[in-house]
């Protein structure tokens, strides 16, 4: 597989020549280094779909989506937050692979049907000790590695007038990274969702978080 990485950069500002969450990309978005085999890949969607949980949300079970989160509790309580040593070895060695070494919060939703979704929202920022987030897309099944799996949308204020809204929308396929500064984003009030559930996928997010009491996955 080869990852589609998308580089979203709070708005109001002309960043990397990659996709911004303010303008189109200038060329196509660059391919990184081929992750593991795909068995191994499939593994570690497997363990996350089978991990997931609805957990409870004003005292009823969340529909939208299923939790799980491994390593540092970020947002969701004990009920699906589990150790980070029990993620397993072959996404370790994916991460290792990409380069992706510095967290301890890894957080999984899962999106099973097209009523699947997470509504507008910032990160909470107070909880961070790196700004910048890393969310990954996987299809859950093989057969769609190769299709549109969601969208991903941001939006914030308008300089000309904070009641209209600006958008940018990035459909995630199977291996799409988007990254932002989640500080920043807050600052400029910059919201995002996953919206248009095509097919069942699994997003992993990656963060570090402070006040860190657990072995990092490296």
Same mark, same amino acid.
């Given at each position: 597989?080869?990852?589609t990485s998308i580089s979203c950069f709070f708005p109001g500002r002309d960043s990397a020549r990659t /996709?911004?969450?303010?303008?189109?990309?200038?060329?196509?978005?660059?391919?990184?280094?081929?992750?593991?085999?795909?068995?191994?890949?499939?593994? *570690? /969607?497997? *363990?996350?779909?089978?991990?997931?949980?609805?957990?409870?949300?004003?005292?009823?079970?969340?529909?939208?989506?299923?939790i799980a989160v491994f390593g540092e509790r970020y947002y969701w309580g004990e009920s699906v937050t589990?150790?980070? #040593?029990?993620?397993?070895?072959?996404?370790?060695?994916?991460?290792?692979?990409?380069?992706?070494?510095?967290?301890?919060? /890894?957080?999984? #939703?899962?999106?099973?049907?097209? *009523?699947? #979704?997470?509504?507008?929202?910032?990160?909470?920022?107070?909880?961070?000790?790196?700004?910048?987030?890393?969310? %990954?897309?996987?299809?859950?099944?093989?057969?769609?590695?190769?299709?549109?799996?969601?969208?991903?949308?941001?939006?914030?204020?308008?300089?000309?007038?904070?009641?209209?809204?600006?958008?940018?929308?990035?459909? %995630?396929?199977?291996?799409?990274?988007?990254? *932002?500064?989640?500080?920043?984003?807050?600052?400029?009030?910059?919201?995002?969702?996953?919206?248009?559930?095509?097919?069942?996928?699994?997003?992993?997010?990656?963060?570090? /978080?402070?006040?860190?009491?657990?072995?990092?996955?490296?």
């Open positions: 597989m080869q990852q /996709v911004s969450a303010t303008e189109p990309p200038a060329t196509e978005p660059s391919a990184q280094a081929e992750a593991p085999k795909l068995d191994d890949e499939q593994e *570690f /969607v497997d *363990f996350f779909l089978s991990k997931a949980r609805s957990p409870l949300i004003r005292g009823a079970p969340l529909r939208t989506r299923r589990f150790p980070i #040593n029990q993620l397993p070895l072959s996404f370790c060695k994916w991460c290792v692979s990409n380069n992706y070494k510095d967290f301890n919060s /890894v957080l999984v #939703n899962v999106y099973d049907g097209k *009523f699947s #979704n997470i509504r507008w929202h910032m990160d909470a920022t107070n909880s961070l000790q790196k700004e910048e987030v890393i969310s %990954i897309s996987f299809a859950a099944l093989r057969k769609h590695r190769k299709k549109p799996l969601a969208d991903f949308e941001f939006r914030w204020p308008d300089k000309k007038g904070h009641s209209k809204k600006k958008t940018k929308t990035i459909s %995630i396929e199977h291996g799409t990274v988007v990254r *932002f500064d989640a500080v920043k984003h807050r600052r400029k009030q910059c919201e995002h969702r996953v919206t248009k559930t095509l097919r069942p996928h699994v997003n992993v997010t990656l963060r570090k /978080v402070a006040e860190c009491r657990r072995q990092v996955c490296a």
